[in-house]
């Protein structure tokens, strides 16, 4: 696709930064957010982001400083991290080895904030990626990958979050196979785990997890599970972009037991809850808005609902942008974001994963940022987006 140059104009201080986009008559006014500039963790929900990685060339190469800033980012924002998910491209160019360094470097720096007085909760994924993604493997293999890769995370401190593993959705036969894989991996278990149940949308490869026909069968196999697993679970996280099937599932866990949303379309509504409960978080969208839902998650905290709702609004039309289908090609939205508000110093991420959005989309990203106050430097995003349209025309 290609543009027009951009027209940039600053002025005044009500109206930080202006630009006219492609596609748009009248020139973007961009307002500075009333955001404060740091938040404290939630009391009244556990929140976590799950945070990406920022690459110096497109390749394998870690830009280690801006991705474990953005870290520090998140922490100032009252986030806990979720380190080497989805999110962070794992399965789709962060290998385990650089998986494993990613996660003992967020150990230390979150140890190292914490030393310091500063808030710095962390849990990493543990999954089987090591294993070769070219044949089957059996389920003791399996489970030895996935005990392996507890371990490491365990031996870091960081609280664990057992990954949904396509090597055992391929090999598994039925409900029964998930069972006696995760049942004595979670014995294993220092402290209590948050399971994960990653929807088709976000890896095809994970299609019939569980080893159910259905939401319901699958449901079913999860709930034998923690009721089989004692103390050893915290919470699941469940991404099936579906808040009906959440709700229902949320209603059915046993008491103590979070459900922790991964939701990017319906959050805003399954954290506030209703009179039946509410929804923990563990969410990718939160890397991208990261300062208003931090502010509406105080808001909450506070008893102010009118407040949550004007803050939380606006972000979930760009959230819903930003994880539009091919969903699994969201982590770009996210590093774009990042790249706009000066957290990372290019617009790159692993295996060029940024590439695979087009322009038109990453433009309306813009737009909805800009509407969400997830544009917390006018005047940067401005130049940044300007910079941006003149490289793609």
Same mark, same amino acid.
């Given at each position: ?116 007085? !500063? %808030? +710095?909760? #962390?849990?990493? *994924?543990?999954?089987?990626? /090591?294993?070769? $993604?070219?044949? =089957? ?128 379309? !319906? %959050? +805003?509504? #399954?954290?506030? *809850?209703?009179?039946?409960? /509410?929804?923990? $978080?563990?969410? =990718? ?109």
């Amino acid at each position: 696709m290609r543009f027009p140059p951009p027209v940039t104009q600053l002025r005044g201080p009500d109206v930080t930064a202006r630009i006219t986009l492609p596609g748009r008559a009248e020139s973007l006014e961009i307002t500075p957010p009333a955001w404060a500039a740091g938040y404290p963790p939630p009391v009244s929900r556990r929140v976590y982001a799950a945070a990406h990685v920022a690459s110096v060339d497109g390749g394998d190469l870690v830009d280690w400083d801006a991705t474990l800033g953005f870290r520090d980012h998140l922490w100032a924002h009252g986030f806990a991290v979720a380190e080497a998910m989805d999110t962070a491209q794992r399965g789709m160019g962060l290998s385990w080895g650089l998986a494993r360094e990613l996660i003992a470097s967020s150990a230390e720096r979150a140890a190292a904030r914490r030393a310091a007085g !500063g %808030y +710095a909760d #962390l849990a990493c *994924g543990a999954g089987t990626d /090591h294993l070769a $993604a070219d044949g =089957g493997h059996s389920l003791p293999a399996i489970a030895d990958a996935y005990a392996a890769q507890l371990d490491f995370v365990q031996s870091t401190g960081a609280n664990v979050i057992l990954m949904a593993s396509r090597a055992l959705a391929a090999a598994a036969r039925g409900p029964r196979d998930y069972l006696d894989v995760y049942g004595p991996l979670l014995k294993q278990a220092s402290r209590p785990v948050i399971l994960h149940w990653l929807g088709e949308a976000f890896d095809p490869a994970l299609r019939g997890y569980w080893g159910g026909a259905d939401f319901e069968s699958a449901a079913a196999t999860v709930l034998d599970l923690i009721d089989q697993a004692g103390d050893k679970v915290d919470g699941i996280k469940l991404s099936v972009l579906d808040a009906s099937k959440e709700v229902a599932l949320r209603r059915r866990l046993p008491a103590g037991i979070r459900l922790y949303t991964g939701d990017d379309f !319906g %959050y +805003a509504e #399954l954290i506030k *809850g209703d009179e039946h409960g /509410h929804s923990d $978080a563990l969410l =990718g969208a939160f890397a991208a808005v990261t300062v208003p839902a931090a502010a509406a998650l105080h808001a909450l905290d506070v008893g102010d609902l009118t407040g949550y709702e004007a803050a939380i609004g606006p972000t979930v039309p760009l959230s819903r942008l930003i994880f539009e289908a091919p969903t699994y090609y969201y982590k770009a939205g996210v590093a774009f974001l990042a790249w706009l508000n000066g957290l990372q110093p290019r617009f790159s991420m692993l295996d060029g994963l940024e590439r695979k959005r087009p322009a038109g989309h990453l433009v309306r990203v813009f737009e909805l940022a800009a509407a969400a106050g997830a544009l917390r430097d006018p005047d940067l995003a401005v130049s940044r987006m300007a910079l941006f349209l003149r490289e793609v025309r």
